[in-house]
Every structure is written in C-alpha cells, then in structure tokens.
C-alpha cells in the first residue's frame, strides 16, 4: 500500500507538537523531513512552549529559529506559524547572523501599521489589538495583555522580505485574521467577487471586483460601484450585525467594500492621495488613492538618510578567504551582459523592478484537510538570480542573487580567484547597487586584486535593473527583454 512521505516538515511539526503536549512531555525532539529538526521544552505544566527549529545545511542543521509561544495559543496555530518559519528561512542558514534594516522591513510589510515611539528601539506595527515588536533578531508579538502572545529569535542572515513575510503572517495566524473573510465569502456568489482580509484590522475583510481589467465603456468604475451597492443590501439582510463602509476613489465611484463586525471597535479607513513621485522622474502616473486608518498618523519610517560620503550604506560582506568551487570556471569579463533567470516574477511598482504576488491561505476545496495559496493580487519585491547571458545554464560560482532593499539592492556573487589543485577559487561578497544615484558601492575591505572584476560586475547588474525598468515603463506586466535569448519564447513563470 501506498505511504504517504511529505517532502516539507508541514505535517510532522503538527505530529510532534499534539504528541509532545498529549503526552505532557517536558522536552521533545523529532526529525522532520527535508533534514529539518524540532526540539520543543515546557517547563511547567500548562506552561509557554519553548520550540528550537533547525534547518539543514552543508555544515549540519543551523538553528533558524527559537520561539516562546503562549499556552493559550492552539497547536494549530502554533504548527502554522514555526512551518512559516521554516518557508522563510534564509537559504543559507548557517551563515552569520543578519538583520535587515528596520525602514526597508516597514516598507515591505503587507499587514499591520508600522511605527516607532521615541526613546524605544525596535520598530512596532499594530494590527488592531495585536502589536509586534522587531528590534534585533528578535520578533515579539502581544495580543493586548502580557503573557499572551509569542516571542522569536531569528538565526542566520534574515533578509527584509523574508522578514516583513514572516511578520505579517505570524500576526495573521494569532489574530486569526481570515475568519471574518471567509465567513463575508460564504455568503457571496462565486467567481465574481474577491474576499481578502483586511491589511490594518484583523476585524475586517474588504470585497474587491474579481477581476482587476478596466472596463473601457465604463471608466469611471460606475458599474462595479452599483454592484458593490447590491452586494452591500444582500448582505446587510442576511447579517444585520455587520457594518460596511464604501471606499469610494477621487473619481467619485465605489472601488471596494470594507466589512466589520458591529460589536468590534474597528476604526474606519479615510482616503488620501500620495504623489507616485518619489519613485523617480522617470517613473509612469503621478498620484494615486490609497485609505489608511482614521487613527494611523504619519509614521517615521521613511527613506534612510543619503550617506554624507561614497562609502556604502548597507552592512556588505567579503568572505576572510577564498573558498574552492569544485565544479567553477573562469568566465572573462568580454562583452557579455547579466540576464534574468526564469522565474515566477512580474514588474511591480517602485525602484526595484522585480515582484511577486502575495497570497494568502485557505482552505482547499478539493482536499478539505489541507490549505492552499492563494493570490490577492498584491506584489512585493522579490529576491531573484541572475546569471551571465553567455550559455542557458551559466556555471554556478557565475550566479548573482539580488535582494531588494528599499532603493537600494544588494547582490551577492562570487568572484573568480584563481586555481588550485584542479580547484576553482572563489571569493564571495556582497555590493550595493543603488537605483535613486544610478551607482555600484563596493564594500572597504575588497582586495585589491578583485577590484576591477567587481567593478565590472557591478556595473552590469546595474545596466540589467536599468533595463528591466525601461521595459517596466513600456507597460509590460512580466519580464521579457531581459532574460536569456534561449528563455524569451514563453513567460518567465511558464513551467519549463
């Protein structure tokens, strides 16, 4: 008979974390598939959880995470928010300890309201009655009383997307933050309309158009704001103990219906519109509406100040000493440019070009036991590869990953060193490339020897952002031009 053997730790951190609490067992230690290991500990009954989880790598499993959760907290909740963990980690977790800067963190959140009080470190977001607290490697977060709530403590080089990830889906899994959607669902027709939680109250849900085309005999969007009138009267007779608020655009029209409970104190969203310039002259639109709590006021959680000198303003990297890569080659610099590998990314908006649909959990109809993702039509930046267009599979010690900042970004390659003993050499480091000043930023400690070579380099993953936004302002939605001339016959998230 056939046996079920999930490749992801999923399923087995639920398993162990039931049996270690069935069994009132104070410490527990399982191997996970994928060469994942959990270690849980409670130290008194009905005491906080304390759970270690360590993820593989080629010097042995790295611990990626230590989390005090709440006795209060269901194990479900708890299974979901360590398996978050594991999704997130860095892909090489045994390597230093990072954390990304707190502004570049704010910016990519997609939940919650980001702040900072004076004379307190850390940066704070609130998500109605839940407040995380990011200071550190340390990742808190209280449901309005202490003793609730969760603590954890990142390991190895957390970047800020990973970061602002697991942020936002930790406060969702605490504040269950999808029921109020799925119940506003249940109650809708399906296909013409899309349910998404809301992005500043666990209380709330908002209903959007299915479908994000513009209709051109109706550009105003009158006919959607009709239906979201109807939808409203629907379900104001089948719930009489809901609220509704109509976010309506400058053009005067309904965009979106934003529902609440009547018994919860959910502030309402008010209207503003910012100017879309601050991504650049060069950059298409001009403004844009956005609604933001009543209770949210400006936060100081903008652009880093412009370093007074030419030094970099991210913490880059060189590795002390070359390292051998068994399977290396030397690749002259000649005239060859970067190209973006097939991946599953859209242009999105601002100065990194790169982006990736946010989705979010639900329940999947056709296995009801098990979730699947689902996307809610929002974006973030995406940390993507690239490779030297010379050959369809460039050699690996030639990859470069570029992790979005703010309008900063940082790459991270591996630069040719020499030979020994039949062994390539190579030296790896991390540069900034600076979108705003159109500028490479090479880290201090560089030997003078790969200086030119990085140099090179770093001019060529710029000229590739360059171009990757030029083509972003023809309106094109997903990457073309700058993929390799073997990958440009099909979309980069085409299986290939």
Not at 7 to 22: F, G, K, M, N, R
Not at 147 to 158: A, D, E, H, K
Not at 257 to 269: C, E, F
Not at 311 to 321: E, I, M, N, Q, R
Request: with cysteine; aromatic share 6%; glycine share 8%.
């Amino acid at each position: 008979m056939y046996e079920f053997e999930p490749a992801s730790p999923t399923y087995a951190i639920s398993d162990t974390i039931v049996e270690h609490q069935l069994r009132g067992r104070d410490r527990t230690r399982a191997d996970l598939p994928g060469g994942y290991r959990l270690t849980l500990r409670t130290r008194e009954l009905h005491g906080q959880l304390e759970a270690a989880l360590f993820a593989p790598s080629p010097t042995g499993p790295a611990r990626i995470c230590t989390a005090r959760i709440s006795a209060y907290t269901p194990p479900a909740v708890m299974s979901r928010i360590l398996d978050t963990a594991a999704r997130y980690a860095p892909a090489l977790p045994d390597a230093r300890d990072a954390h990304p800067p707190l502004q570049a963190v704010a910016r990519l959140l997609t939940t919650g309201a980001a702040f900072q009080r004076p004379g307190e470190p850390g940066l704070f977001v609130r998500f109605g009655h839940a407040e995380a607290w990011l200071e550190g490697r340390r990742l808190s977060v209280t449901l309005g009383s202490p003793g609730s709530g969760l603590s954890l403590v990142l390991g190895g080089p957390w970047d800020a997307p990973s970061t602002a990830r697991l942020t936002a889906a930790v406060l969702h899994e605490l504040t269950g933050a999808g029921q109020l959607a799925g119940e506003v669902a249940s109650l809708l027709e399906p296909g013409a309309w899309q349910v998404l939680s809301d992005q500043w109250h666990p209380d709330a849900a908002l209903i959007l158009p299915a479908t994000h085309r513009p209709d051109l005999k109706d550009p105003l969007g009158r006919r959607i704001s009709r239906a979201l009138r109807e939808v409203q009267h629907h379900l104001r007779a089948a719930r009489p103990d809901w609220d509704f608020q109509e976010l309506i655009a400058v053009e005067g029209s309904a965009v979106a219906l934003r529902v609440t409970p009547r018994d919860r104190a959910v502030p309402r969203l008010v209207r503003a519109v910012v100017s879309d310039g601050a991504h650049g002259p060069d950059e298409l639109g001009n403004t844009r509406t956005t609604f933001t709590p009543a209770d949210v006021s400006a936060l100081p959680c903008g652009d880093p100040a412009q370093p007074s000198g030419e030094g970099p303003s991210l913490d880059l990297h060189v590795a002390p000493k070359n390292e051998r890569y068994s399977y290396g080659v030397k690749l002259e610099l000649g005239n060859w440019a970067y190209v973006l590998d097939a991946q599953a990314v859209v242009y999105g908006p601002g100065w990194y070009p790169f982006h990736e649909h946010v989705t979010r959990r639900e329940k999947d109809p056709t296995a009801p036991l098990n979730d699947r993702e689902v996307p809610t039509g929002r974006t973030v930046p995406a940390r993507v590869r690239i490779s030297p267009g010379v050959e369809d599979r460039a050699w690996g010690n030639e990859y470069v990953q570029l992790t979005p900042v703010d309008h900063r970004v940082e790459a991270r390659l591996h630069l040719y060193a020499g030979r020994e003993n039949a062994c390539t050499l190579v030296r790896t480091l991390t540069l900034e490339i600076d979108l705003r000043a159109k500028r490479v930023m090479l880290p201090a400690q560089l030997p003078a020897a790969l200086r030119h070579q990085a140099e090179v380099k770093g001019r060529r993953i710029l000229d590739l952002l360059m171009a990757a936004r030029r083509e972003r302002r023809r309106g094109v939605s997903e990457p073309r031009a700058v993929l390799g001339p073997w990958q440009r016959g099909a979309p980069p998230n085409a299986d290939t």
